[in-house]
């Protein structure tokens, strides 16, 4: 004789499940946020080898360096300073180059275009313009960026 299940069994089991979603998305969201500052880089790069390895295989280069921490060094080529602080570092192509979107507590008004600085940050990958998804041509970026040596 099979067992039938009464309604307060699965008002039970439904309560049990919904305390254990609450506790995992509490879990989940109080878990700790990578962090640049503290942290060794697992990759260290120029920015020209950066930018041909996203240019030459981007699936691939996505596989090993995004969401990764990696220090770039190369030349300032645009330094922008509105609310958001950003540098662009260059890469040896005529429009594109490696996009660093600096912690809010980093100084560059202090760099110059035309030196050559290395920062830190965590690789969001290739971030294509509309319409070139095909060509595979956009900015490389870094978010949470700080300049480690200049």
């Known amino acids: 004789m099979a067992l039938q299940k009464t309604k307060p069994q699965y008002i039970f089991g439904g309560i049990t499940l919904l305390i254990c979603l609450i506790v995992g998305g509490l879990f989940l969201y109080n878990k700790p946020h990578k962090t640049v500052k503290h942290a060794d880089a697992d990759y260290i790069l120029t920015a020209d080898s950066l930018f041909n390895l996203y240019n030459d ?65 965590i690789c969001n990958g290739l971030i294509l313009e509309d319409g070139l998804t095909a060509l595979n041509e956009g900015d490389i970026e870094l978010y949470q960026a700080m300049i480690i040596e200049n």
Do not use: F, W
Not at 62 to 69: G, M, N, P, S, T
Not at 105 to 112: T, Y
């Open 57 to 121: 295989d981007a699936e691939n280069a996505d596989a090993l360096y995004k969401e990764a921490i990696i220090t770039v060094t190369g030349k300032v080529l645009n330094i922008e300073m509105t609310p958001e602080k950003a540098l662009t570092l260059e890469a040896g192509h005529a429009i594109y180059g490696i996009n660093c979107m600096m912690d809010s507590a980093q100084k560059i008004d202090q760099l110059r275009i035309g030196e050559y600085v290395t920062v830190k940050g």
